[in-house]
């Protein structure tokens, strides 16, 4: 009886000797059985079984400290919004005076758009014609202020995608790597 158990739940092994459709096949073939759900085998092993489902999705889903990565997130993207203003901003509105402009393409300006041309030299980014005005000096403290915004544009969603993944499962973790990256920032 308690072997005729123990078939039932192993795969019973048969040969076939006469298998001439497939001559590649071993002769050997499987035929399962039904297997048994937790719930025949034992009641008990219903609440382990959904327990250990369930524990790895609990954790994915949202732990309570994954509000720390967020604000940290949020921290980092607003700190890379003031650097732009107050970097390159600040730099632009001095070197890129309305007076300068106007002189030299004030008149221009007015005939093809039909405005007075304004303060910041928008749209040149330090390689333009607005550019050509400035001394060496001026045009290279200028693109250094757009590359220190740029270098951030441009690590910021790598690091943002990563900082988040990261707390899905580690948040504490990911929280403190993007109070750090604010910080570092602040330091050098």
């Not at 308690?2 to 590649?24: D, G």
């Not at 008149?107 to 093809?112: G, I, S």
């Amino acid at each position: 009886s308690a072997n005729w158990r123990l078939l039932e739940q192993r795969p019973l092994l048969v040969q076939r000797k006469n298998l001439k459709c497939f001559p590649c096949i071993n002769s050997y073939s499987f035929f399962f059985f039904k297997q048994k759900t937790a719930y025949e085998i034992s009641a008990c092993l219903v609440g382990s079984e959904m327990c250990i489902r369930d524990r790895y999705q609990r954790r994915v889903h949202g732990d309570h400290n994954f509000g720390y990565v967020i604000a940290a997130a949020i921290a980092i993207s607003f700190e890379c919004i003031m650097i732009g203003f107050l970097v390159p901003g600040r730099y632009r509105s001095k070197v890129f005076d309305k007076k300068k402009l106007e002189a030299s393409f004030g008149q221009e300006h007015k005939e093809k758009f039909g405005v007075d041309i304004q303060t910041g030299g928008y749209p040149d980014m330090g390689c333009g014609r607005y550019a050509s005005l400035l001394n060496y000096e001026d045009w290279v403290n200028f693109n250094k202020a757009q590359r220190v915004h740029y270098n951030f544009v441009e690590q910021i969603a790598p690091f943002l995608i990563f900082m988040v993944f990261t707390g899905l499962l580690y948040p504490i973790y990911a929280a403190v790597s993007g109070l750090i990256s604010v910080s570092y920032t602040h330091l050098r």
